[in-house]
């Protein structure tokens, strides 16, 4: 039933006429876009060959197929996608990618259709859309690739909305999908604004910005990477330190090992070691700083018994004798950070610039030479797409003629069993 009203809500759209797309403010075009024009050019992608069809009779051929517990092809998936023309249609088209998702054929999503998907999000004005999908991956099969991934962070950190741009990233660290340094420079340029605002996180925050930090950073061996580094290290550790380390590694793609304040101690010792080739921005010390003395208040707070009966058995159930262990160390990381911070004061190996201005200056110096690689790499890839695709479409054209003759072929010895009797 809400198959056949989907079916003709979709229908009703093809019918009546073209729907107007509102507009940017002009205050939010005129921001300006990290990745340069060339990099989000849409000719390319809308110069490959066309398949148009009628999103009513796709959606009617999807709902027939699923009622008879059969399963839909990715083409036809693709298809529907492909032909979005409003932003009421993206609405239709998440609905057949999730029922898409928990179909037999689930894991054949076709890599262009995920691409496809979040381009058309961007083109009508539907990236929450886009990103919602994004962030619930697993019920809709949403894992894009290096290049999707860098169009959906230009689009929010053009118009400033950098929490949403860091959901990005997120999603970019718990795929493991740093590879590309435009994607490293973009996520860092993300972060480093996001945490320019100051945010109030909560511990799940605090661990998901912080892994991102910390895998992101170790991408770049410079006072951007390791100022990540530090600085992701000390939120993992201060998941740790109050929740326990199964905390720190729930969902994350993280080396399983105790003592993350420890290691974000061990990158100033580095930097203290260092002839200056490398420095720590002053902002992200101060953080860690902030941090470790918000640890040493609630330690304190612990000690003298302030909390209630109920949260203490609660912290007794998460933590284990080693996380207890970890957290007796907290003095001594306290001091350790107090004498390192004065080492590299004394050194000049304190960059006063804040990481905020750092990860600027990164993207305007290097984010244009990164994108030459990227756009040759997309470009084979939009041409290998388009030769699987071609593949796909003659393999259902043979399967249909097949499937007819064999229908034909029925039909003639039953007529001439007929005719026999």
Request: hydrophobic content about 40%; charged content about 25%.
């Given at each position: ?86 932003r009421e249609e993206v609405d239709q088209a998440e609905y057949y990618l999730y029922k898409f998702r928990h179909s037999p054929n689930c ?315």
């Open positions: 039933m809400v198959s056949s009203k989907m079916a003709a809500f979709v229908f009703r759209r093809c019918v009546t006429s073209a729907v107007k797309v509102k507009r940017f403010a002009p205050s939010l075009t005129a921001r300006r876009c990290l990745l340069s024009a060339a990099y989000t050019d849409t000719k390319l992608w809308e110069a490959r060959e066309k398949d148009p069809h009628n999103l009513a009779l796709l959606a009617n051929i999807m709902d027939r197929t699923y009622d008879k517990n059969l399963p839909v092809s990715s083409l036809t998936v693709s298809r529907f996608v492909d032909n979005i023309s409003s894991w054949y999503l076709r890599d262009w259709t995920i691409h496809d998907w979040v381009r058309q999000c961007l083109k009508y004005g539907a990236r929450d859309k886009a990103l919602h999908t994004l962030r619930n991956k697993v019920q809709y099969g949403i894992f894009p690739d290096d290049f999707t991934f860098n169009l959906m962070l230009n689009s929010f950190i053009k118009d400033g909305d950098f929490k949403s741009a860091c959901y990005v990233v997120e999603e970019v660290m718990l795929q493991e999908a740093f590879g590309l340094p435009s994607t490293q420079i973009l996520s860092l340029y993300a972060l480093g604004n996001f945490l320019g605002t100051r945010p109030q996180l909560t511990v799940s925050e605090e661990q998901a910005l912080g892994a991102s930090l910390l895998l992101c950073g170790l991408k770049q061996d410079s006072t951007v990477g390791l100022s990540a580094q530090l600085l992701g290290n000390a939120l993992l550790g201060k998941v740790e330190i109050l929740k326990g380390i199964h905390a720190v590694f729930k969902g994350m793609p993280l080396f399983w090992a105790r003592g993350y304040i420890g290691r974000a101690l061990a990158i100033m010792e580095r930097v203290a070691v260092d002839n200056g080739n490398v420095k720590l921005s002053k902002d992200t010390l101060d953080l860690v700083g902030d941090l470790l003395q918000e640890l040493s208040s609630t330690s304190d707070a612990d000690s003298s018994g302030e909390e209630s009966g109920a949260e203490e058995s609660e912290k007794k159930d998460d933590v284990d004798e080693d996380d207890q262990v970890e957290q007796a160390k907290l003095p001594q990381y306290v001091s350790r950070f107090k004498e390192l911070r004065g080492q590299l004061e004394s050194q000049d190996n304190v960059d006063p610039t804040s990481f905020q201005a750092l990860v600027t200056a990164m993207a305007q110096q290097n984010l244009a030479a990164a994108e030459v690689a990227d756009l040759k790499q997309y470009e084979s890839r939009v041409k290998a797409w388009e030769a699987e695709k071609r593949q796909l479409i003659h393999r259902e054209k043979e399967m249909r003629e097949k499937a007819e003759q064999e229908r034909q072929e029925q039909l003639a010895e039953g007529m001439a069993a007929a005719q026999q009797a």
